[in-house]
């Protein structure tokens, strides 16, 4: 016997929200025209540590639907140009301050001078109303001093600055971050400013001989981090085009790298997005989730999977029905050992689902149950219920026309029957799904059966007395129907 497996061949709609997400953005200085419009579709701002636009985009970078930051990179800002640009352009709605004044190669300003400096960009962002992001800062090695305090940890010197500058303007932090994980652990370090976080640089550099795969894992989970992370308002990637290890977005003139690519197609999780069925929705494009984590797939070069999932954890998604009726989930899935998943369908459990082991985390295989979706919308909430095993994606289309041969009635045996605690059915070799429903059509209890089950044990303990019809069904589409008869003692 074998769990019914199959891949659907209808045409699929794939699920991939395009939408574009209003944190992400890039920090770069040396765009072409041809950059910035593969870019806008993904990105929604950029700045490049200046208070101008690249020069190759200075004279049409508002024809762009994405958003020119201007920075005071330090306290000896070019004033009268800033005011100047600020002027002409009022859609400007940002200031960014100050970048890295810890570090003695950046802005190079202990925080008292940070602090002294910082009425200047009040003094511009009242007169333009804007809103000031900053100072930028990180963990750095050459660091500034004062009053005998070496500034090397971001936390100290954002500490002594506002001391420094009380009652000063600073709407959002600005923090960068190289290490190539720990980055939930970073942000949380800045809750105590009780501010929103802007993530002005980031990537993967803190060792030697990191590799594409590397950095490409560490993007996708930070992008997937901050995209969750209520306190990150904007990000930014560093960079475009550097000399870091796989760190540019972009490769020739308007052209993506491997790694632009992973950036720009990462879903946002907007939780008022809602997918059309029939579809194939990709695990890592969720609405929700709780305890998992995305790593590279080996079923293709831009290939995400969901994994690191535990007992507990979920993954939601939110459907659109445009027609009842059944439909066929086709889930692909690879277990290291026997697994089960739990589908609430608008949070009740609606399935129990068997993931037999394929062999390695990394051994596809799929899984494939029938479930009837009325019109309308709906939201579809993955349970891990056992766990070892990985999601890529589910496909949700209608089913093939079933085959309907029937499975003979004396194959299988309910016992006992009256049951008061639990009844057992055995040979159930052949099918691949039961469901059992009260009298009054209800259903109370379904479950997708391992291959490897010879025998199903069902608890009817939470079961009302009454009589009940369980409902067995073959891969094929055969099904035979008995009845059980529940007495509690």
Excluded at 253 to 265: A, P
Excluded at 309 to 328: P, Q
């Amino acid at each position: 016997m074998r769990l019914y497996l199959y891949i659907v061949a209808f045409n699929i709609s794939l699920a991939v929200f395009s939408q574009k997400s209003e944190k992400r953005g890039m920090a770069y200085g040396h765009h072409s025209q041809a950059d910035m419009q593969g870019l806008e579709s993904n990105i929604s701002w950029w700045y490049n540590w200046y208070h101008l636009p690249d020069e190759g985009l200075r004279e049409n970078f508002k024809d762009f639907d994405v958003a020119f930051v201007p920075m005071a990179w330090n306290g000896d800002f070019d004033e009268v140009g800033m005011r100047s640009f600020l002027s002409s352009n009022p859609q400007i709605e940002y200031l960014l301050g100050f970048n890295e004044p810890n570090f003695t190669d950046q802005a190079n300003m202990t925080p008292s001078e940070a602090a002294s400096a910082w009425p200047k960009l009040e003094q511009i962002a009242k007169e333009f109303d804007l809103k000031i992001v900053g100072p930028a800062v990180n963990y750095c090695g050459n660091c500034v001093s004062e009053n005998g305090i070496t500034y090397s940890d971001p936390i100290e010197y954002l500490d002594d600055f506002f001391e420094a500058c009380q009652n000063c303007q600073v709407d959002y932090i600005a923090v960068h971050w190289y290490g190539c994980g720990g980055l939930d652990w970073y942000l949380d370090q800045f809750a105590k400013y009780n501010l929103p976080i802007w993530v002005t640089e980031i990537a993967c550099w803190d060792q030697d001989n990191i590799s594409l795969d590397q950095q490409k894992s560490f993007l996708i989970n930070a992008v997937d981090q901050m995209e969750n992370h209520p306190n990150v308002e904007k990000y930014a990637w560093f960079t475009g085009r550097g000399d870091g290890p796989f760190i540019s977005l972009l490769g020739a003139s308007g052209q993506l790298t491997e790694l632009g690519e992973f950036y720009m197609n990462m879903p946002i999780h907007d939780k008022e997005a809602y997918v059309s069925i029939p579809a194939k929705i990709e695990a890592e494009a969720y609405q929700q989730m709780d305890g998992v984590q995305l790593e590279l797939c080996s079923e293709g070069e831009n290939e995400i999977n969901v994994g690191y999932l535990e007992s507990g954890d979920f993954l939601e998604y939110n459907i659109e029905v445009a027609e009842a009726g059944v439909f066929n989930f086709n889930l692909r899935y690879a277990a290291i050992r026997q697994g089960k998943l739990g589908l609430e369908l608008d949070d009740v459990g609606v399935l129990n689902v068997f993931l037999p082991s394929t062999g390695d985390w990394q051994d596809w295989e799929n899984v494939g149950w029938d479930l009837e979706l009325s019109e309308g919308t709906h939201t579809i909430r993955l349970v891990v219920l056992v766990e070892g095993f990985n999601l890529n994606w589910m496909d949700i289309q209608y089913p093939k026309e079933p085959l309907n041969v029937a499975i003979p009635k004396d194959h299988v045996e309910v016992y006992p029957n009256p049951a008061d605690i639990s009844f057992s059915i055995s040979e159930v070799d052949n099918i691949h799904q039961i469901i059992i429903s009260n009298i009054n059509h209800q259903v109370v209890y379904r479950e997708v059966i391992s291959p490897d089950i010879r025998e199903l044990k069902v608890d009817v303990s939470g079961f009302s007395d009454g009589l009940y019809i369980i409902r067995m069904l073959s891969p094929n589409g055969g099904i035979i129907s008995s009845k059980l008869l529940v007495q509690h003692l």
